[in-house]
């Protein structure tokens, strides 16, 4: 496995003036290259850690680090995650006002500042995730399935080193989730890019090279690939 | 895709809502273009008027609210007329009166003024001394009055021939009837008297020598102002109130386009702040995501200018060829005006966003990815 690409270290997020504890003293490494699977029950942080790992949440306590670099401020954040994350999410979404293809395009502005070299590029993830015969749908008129394709294409637009997938078969009917799932992989395989993905699903939790089970905020489980887990079992 | 396009399809997104306000600004730059036109317009008319006659400079009463409103007693003309650098001096009393159901400018010239001279006659002749109940009529005046040579208007009992009608530069003289001094004085009761005095310089491209000769009337005739024309129109208090009603009333239109925008982006933004939020968690840093907001209120401000200054051109020729207005609105526009009108719809677009811009820099991607 590949060197550290994100760092937490003794992270913890509380809400209501402290009173609900989301995160306890979590240290946790991503390394380059791997597929992490966070598990875990509903309500246990995961969404939570995910927002940290990625800047769109700041910690109350302890650091997270991005390729050992530490960012302070989410001005900061959002200029890492442009360029180095790329996001699916449970609920898809994608902006409703515009096309797939133009969709897919967002997180280009400020990166490729060609109009031709963004629809290009665009239609060549589309391309990717077998949807060029929809680049023109809005995302209404598109499948559960197909949404989350055109958000997967999205999240590879600027070739980010790190994908975030919360729930990312959430929302799908199971052979949708299982296409999804196979996309992901395909995407990790290929280009060796690095998955940190939130599953509650005992059968989409099997992917990846290592899992971390979270039990109210804590890290309960961090088996290797392969070590027996009782939420799964 | 363009980052434009993308504010073009939120507002298309509401389309009755983002052309409501449009419409809304439209209404204001309208307004504006209507109202600030007319005061100009009519600047225009009074300053081409003067020009139109070769006229340097203009005596009226100090203190006089408004020029029509001046009474100068007919014989200071003889005097003035012995002042150094004088070349002409010609002592007129004008008026508004009704016709009809329309308002026209009435002006009462000596038998021997030069300004007789700088009417170009189209139809009929000048007054002779075997005239002394005719007029004039400006061909403007004429037309809309549906009157020609040979006709006879009927004012304060006495019956007046048409006997010629003219043409001159100025809309404001084209509207305007002219009579015999007189004539005039005897209608409106006020024989011995003048209104103005107008007088030709022998040198008025001197501004010294105009400003002396200015300086030496008003040691001269104390009880009269002397102003050159340029200066006339700055000076007349009507023109000078109209205009500030106007600009008062522009702005209070100004000011409700802008909260139009206000509204109607607030309003947009509180709608999208979960995509707002997917923006933010896409990497868009916050300025960007301000300027996508600022860009849909100028945008709303572009085509409500745009339709604005439409309705505000074709506003004016109507409200420049009404039946009590015709003649005193030159509805001429500069490139210059429009420029402005331009100028305060993009500052009333900028200034309507900054608000809603600044709310959506304070959404937390985290917390507007939650809302539904």
């Known amino acids: 496995m590949g060197s550290s690409l994100l760092r937490l270290q003794h992270v913890s997020r509380n809400y209501d003036q402290g009173n609900i504890v989301a995160l306890k003293d979590i240290t946790l490494e991503v390394r380059r290259g791997e597929w992490l699977t966070i598990i875990g029950p509903s309500g246990s942080g995961k969404t939570t850690l995910l927002n940290l790992m990625c800047g769109l949440d700041l910690p109350d306590q302890g650091q997270v680090f991005f390729q050992d670099h530490q960012p302070r401020s989410t001005a900061e954040w959002a200029g890492l995650r442009a360029h180095n994350v790329g996001f699916v999410f449970q609920a898809f979404n994608l902006l409703p006002t515009l096309t797939a293809l133009e969709n897919v395009q967002i997180p280009m502005f400020g990166i490729c500042r060609s109009a031709a070299g963004r629809r290009q590029r665009a239609l060549e993830l589309l391309q990717q995730v077998d949807l060029v015969q929809r680049a023109h749908h809005l995302p209404n008129n598109l499948s559960g399935g197909e949404r989350q394709r055109v958000a997967i294409a999205r999240s590879l637009a600027n070739s980010p080193p790190l994908i975030m997938a919360d729930e990312p078969t959430g929302n799908l009917d199971s052979q949708s989730a299982e296409q999804i799932m196979a996309l992901l992989n395909r995407i990790h395989t290929q280009d060796r890019t690095t998955i940190v993905m939130v599953t509650h699903n005992p059968l989409v939790a099997r992917m990846g090279d290592r899992r971390v089970n979270l039990v109210d905020g804590r890290i309960a489980i961090y088996p290797e690939l392969g070590a027996a887990d009782p939420c799964i079992s | ?248 009333i522009s702005v209070i239109a100004l000011l409700m386009g802008l909260f139009f925008i206000l509204n109607t982006l607030l309003m947009a933004v509180n709608e999208r702040v979960k995509e707002i939020g997917i923006l933010i968690a896409l990497g868009w840093r916050k300025m960007r995501v301000m300027a996508l907001v600022m860009f849909e209120g100028m945008l709303l401000a572009a085509m409500g200018s745009a339709a604005g200054v439409l309705i505000g051109l074709v506003g004016l020729r109507r409200l420049a060829s009404l039946k009590h207005l015709q003649g005193f609105i030159d509805p001429a526009f500069s490139t210059f005006f429009l420029l402005e009108v331009v100028l305060a719809a993009t500052m009333l677009g900028i200034l309507g966003t900054l608000y809603p811009a600044w709310r959506t820099s304070r959404l937390r991607a985290v917390d507007a990815l939650k809302q539904e």
Request: hydrophobic content about 45%; overall charge positive.
């Open chain 2, 1 to 248: 895709m363009y980052f434009l396009s993308i504010s073009f399809r939120n507002l298309w997104r509401r389309p009755v809502r983002s052309c409501l306000t449009a419409l809304g600004v439209a209404m204001a730059v309208a307004t504006l273009i209507a109202l600030v036109g007319t005061s100009r317009g009519i600047e225009r008319a009074w300053s081409q008027s003067m020009s139109g006659r070769g006229i340097h400079m203009l005596g009226f009463r100090k203190n006089s609210v408004e020029i029509l409103s001046s009474t100068i007693d007919q014989r200071v003309v003889d005097q003035i007329s012995k002042v150094d650098g004088v070349k002409a001096v010609c002592g007129e009393l004008a008026d508004l009166v009704t016709i009809g159901a329309g308002v026209i400018g009435v002006a009462g010239w000596p038998a021997d003024s030069f300004l007789w001279n700088t009417l170009q006659i189209k139809k009929g002749r000048l007054p002779g001394p075997n005239d002394p109940n005719s007029a004039l009529l400006g061909q403007r005046l004429a037309e809309r009055l549906n009157l020609r040579v040979g006709d006879t208007i009927p004012m304060l009992e006495v019956k007046i021939e048409v006997i010629g009608i003219f043409q001159q530069a100025s809309a404001l003289n084209e509207s305007t009837m002219i009579l015999p001094l007189p004539l005039l004085q005897k209608l409106l009761s006020k024989e011995g008297k003048v209104t103005v005095i107008n007088l030709r310089l022998f040198h008025p491209d001197d501004i010294n020598k105009a400003a002396a000769i200015r300086e030496r009337l008003n040691e001269l005739f104390p009880g009269l102002s002397f102003l050159e024309t340029k200066e006339v129109t700055e000076a007349n208090q009507m023109i000078t109130l109209f205009k500030k009603i106007n600009w008062s």
